[in-house]
């Protein structure tokens, strides 16, 4: 299982960063908040499946940025 580029990781996070919505993302038994890029960097991997919890003032918005973003690097993603 190989980790994600670089790239992605930082994507990731930089959209989170632009919403003030929580967003943490569940992987496994772990949570982690998506804007924090060092939380990010040791936690997604490919060939994983995430769930994404998302709530806040934007979280409409920020729901379909990260559905894109997570689609375009080939995540499987789910949200609660």
């Known amino acids: 299982m190989g980790g994600l580029e670089t790239k ?3 994507e990731i996070n930089q959209a989170a ?12 038994t772990r949570f982690i908040d ?7 960097s040791v936690t997604l991997f490919n060939n ?3 769930k994404l919890d998302i709530h806040g003032p934007d979280e409409k918005e ?3 940025v990260m ?3 997570f689609d375009k690097h080939g995540l ?3 949200f609660k």
Not at 17 to 28: E, L, P
Not at 34 to 40: E, F, N, R
């Open 62 to 64: 920020a729901i379909e």
């Open 48 to 50: 994983q499946a995430y």
């Open 34 to 40: 998506v804007k924090s890029i060092l939380g990010l």
């Open 8 to 10: 992605a990781i930082v």
């Open 17 to 28: 960063n632009q919403f003030q919505s929580s967003i943490v993302i569940q992987v496994g």
């Open 67 to 69: 559905k894109r973003i």
């Open 76 to 78: 499987n993603l789910n």
